[in-house]
């Protein structure tokens, strides 16, 4: 099983930062990309930004030049740092992974989601 855990929520002020780290464990796995998502009260779950084993990256229209993800494939890891943090980008914010993995002598996709980590910005 590949499994992802999240870190790095919490409360800040309006025009702060925060960083949300997101690792991936597992055995014999391989991810093609890595994404966040996010959803707020009321409201269906969005993508935020997602990065490819490759680098190519692609932003919600709403955190472009605000949030920035990045990734380090040795760690299996992604990060999201949000910047000029804004009441509106309150919600609870998921991370995902889909790739490959072995699993009864076969290669399967996989996609995972983790439990998710609450961003809240107070304005």
């Known amino acids: 099983q590949v499994q992802v855990v999240e870190s790095g929520g919490g409360l800040v002020q309006a025009g702060g930062s925060l960083r949300l780290s997101c690792a991936a464990s597992?055995?014999?796995?391989?991810?093609?990309?890595m994404g966040w998502y996010r959803q707020a009260p009321g409201k269906q779950r969005e993508l935020v930004a997602v990065?490819?084993?490759?680098?190519?990256?692609n932003y919600a229209d709403s955190v472009k030049g605000r949030f920035t993800i990045s990734r380090d494939n040795a760690k299996n890891t992604v990060y999201l740092q949000m910047n000029s943090l804004k009441p509106e980008d309150t919600a609870d914010y998921y991370c995902?992974?889909?790739?490959?993995?072995?699993?009864?002598?076969?290669?399967?996709?996989?996609?995972?989601w983790g439990q998710g980590t609450l961003v809240t910005v107070s304005s």
């Open positions: 990065i490819s084993s490759g680098g190519s990256t």
């Open positions: 597992g055995t014999t796995f391989s991810i093609n990309a």
């Open positions: 995902n992974a889909h790739g490959v993995r072995l699993s009864g002598g076969r290669y399967r996709n996989f996609e995972v």
